[in-house]
């Protein structure tokens, strides 16, 4: 694809507004673009409580005092008027307000319709799918570029499989395989969205069915992310069981998208636990939370035990780290590479989040739209921009 400047657009009030700034990640994300906001950056901030907004705007202050000026914008997810007057004021809009199946539709609606860059933190497939089927047309239309789970979900698994890729030869099968590792604790938001999507089966597979639909068939290759086997892994030393998120469906719309997949891909996506032991007790707790998460009462009483804004302190978070592993096969070559960072679900999420939205703003990119994921829309210069951020990308070995 040819890199080309930002799209021409008309002229917009602010390059980038970050939605639900008050919120646990919002707040974080917000925290990191007073920080690393380029100069000449036109950004602000909106949500729906202003005395909130203003006591955010005060403590970044402390960061950059320049952030006391901070353009403050009120507007509810849930108001389609003031959703399309702030998406028509800025070139890119980052939300961090979950569950997206809830509060997100509004926004990618405005979004497609105004021509303005989307990006969130959404690991809901159900949203992806509604949001494909209900706007990717007219996104295509008007320009908008609409990405996806812009954090940990799923850019680790997305750009590491991209990278991965690219160590690999051209023009023949290939395969990815992920294997995640974490220490990280969650958030109230983060366990209200998962809570949500787990309860949602019926809906999360007809939204597929639908997407399936209206998705052009892929002519002369082939893009796959199968649900792979628990298994030892003798690559990483560990057990590799299966992660059932949204992450190698991801991947696979990478790898659907860009012919540098080659003509047969597939990408399995995995957690790498050390001792069986915790890998079976780990698949216990998911089948605990998937039957929990239909009965509405047990799943209020989860929710209201970790509310939204609710989340690890900064000394957690400090010893919170991830690392994705990588192993890639084709034409005879083997790779090994990995992917690599501090706390994923806060403080690396933030990160991935505001550079997603900086790098829609002000980067070259390859001169698409529509529904799209992060290695389609920004590749190499999201994957540089991380890399000078500090998440480690690098081959360990090759074969």
Request: aromatic fraction near 8%.
């Amino acid at each position: 694809m040819n890199a080309t400047v930002p799209h021409d657009r008309p002229e917009r009030a602010y390059d980038v507004v970050l939605f639900g700034a008050t919120g646990f990640v919002g707040a974080l994300t917000a925290e990191y673009l007073a920080a690393h906001a380029p100069a000449g950056c036109r950004w602000a901030l909106a949500g729906r409580d202003t005395a909130k907004l203003e006591r955010l705007r005060e403590r970044l202050a402390s960061i950059d005092p320049a952030c006391a000026g901070l353009p403050l914008l009120r507007a509810d997810a849930q108001d389609p008027a003031a959703v399309r007057e702030l998406a028509a004021s800025t070139r890119v809009l980052a939300t961090t307000v979950g569950p997206y199946v809830w509060y997100g539709a509004e926004l990618v609606a405005a979004c497609a319709e105004a021509g303005t860059d989307y990006v969130d933190l959404t690991g809901e497939p159900e949203f992806v799918d509604r949001m494909y089927v209900e706007h990717d047309a007219r996104a295509r239309e008007t320009g908008a570029r609409i990405v996806h789970a812009c954090g940990f979900d799923s850019i680790p698994a997305d750009l590491g499989a991209y990278f991965t890729v690219r160590q690999l030869p051209q023009g023949v099968p290939l395969t990815v395989d992920g294997f995640i590792r974490s220490n990280a604790l969650f958030s109230g938001g983060t366990l209200a969205s998962a809570l949500t999507a787990l309860s949602r089966g019926p809906q999360t597979l007809a939204a597929a069915r639908a997407r399936r639909l209206h998705e052009p068939r892929l002519l002369g290759r082939r893009a796959r992310g199968p649900v792979g086997a628990p298994r030892f892994s003798r690559e990483t030393g560990a057990w590799a069981m299966p992660l059932p998120t949204l992450d190698p469906r991801i991947v696979a719309r990478s790898a659907a998208a860009l012919e540098r997949y080659g003509p047969d891909f597939r990408y399995r996506h995995y957690a790498s636990v050390k001792h069986l032991p915790v890998a079976v007790g780990g698949t216990a707790a998911l089948g605990a939370a998937v039957a929990l998460a239909q009965l509405p009462p047990a799943r209020k009483w989860l929710m209201d035990r970790w509310e939204p804004g609710q989340g690890p302190d900064a000394e957690r978070r400090a010893r919170s780290w991830f690392t994705a592993r990588f192993v890639g096969e084709g034409g005879g070559r083997r790779v090994f590479t990995e992917v690599s960072g501090g706390d994923p679900g806060y403080g690396e999420t933030a990160k991935m989040l505001a550079e997603s939205a900086l790098c829609l703003a002000h980067d070259a990119l390859p001169e698409v739209s529509g529904q799209l994921t992060t290695a389609v829309a920004m590749g190499d210069a999201l994957t540089a921009r991380l890399q000078k951020a500090g998440i480690t990308f690098r081959v360990a070995d090759a074969r």
